[in-house]
Nanobody, 123 residues
Framework: QVQLVESGGGLVQAGGSLRLSCAAS????????MGWFRQAPGKEREFVIY????????YAADSVKGRFTISRDNAKNTVYLQMNSLKPEDTAVYYC????????????????WGQGTQVTVSS
């Protein structure tokens, strides 16, 4: 099992940028699809973006497409979420997760989760 720890959350103004990190331990992330989800108060956890272990372009939800990017540094065993042009509706707790599936967009597709990091975007 891989352990995941997110960091980098905080308070940012609308239009600003933030980069989240997800440090993994226990297993190498190179053989996992790594994804980010988010959960706003009173809402279900929703898929944001993933980068697949099989390669190819990352896949993002329509709500963040063109604004968020994901990258991985296998040598550092870390995944990053770069968030640009942030909006108040991006406010949520952001979770990093690992999956053995190649194109996982559902919560149940992921077997390992971090504890989350809060992102707050002010208007």
């Amino acid at each position: 099992q891989v352990q995941l720890v997110e960091s980098g959350g905080g308070l940012v103004q609308a239009g600003g940028s933030l980069r989240l990190s997800c440090a993994a331990s226990g297993r190498t992330i190179g053989t996992y699809t790594m994804g980010w989800f988010r959960q706003a108060p009173g809402k279900e956890r929703e898929f944001v973006i993933y980068i697949s272990w099989i390669g190819g372009s990352p896949y993002a939800a329509d709500s963040v497409k063109g604004r968020f990017t994901i990258s991985r540094d296998n040598a550092k065993n870390t995944v990053y979420l770069q968030m640009n042009s942030l909006k108040p509706e991006d406010t949520a707790v952001y979770y990093c997760a690992a999956s053995t599936y190649s194109r996982p967009t559902y919560y149940a597709d992921y077997h390992s989760w971090g504890q989350g990091t809060q992102v707050t975007v002010s208007s």
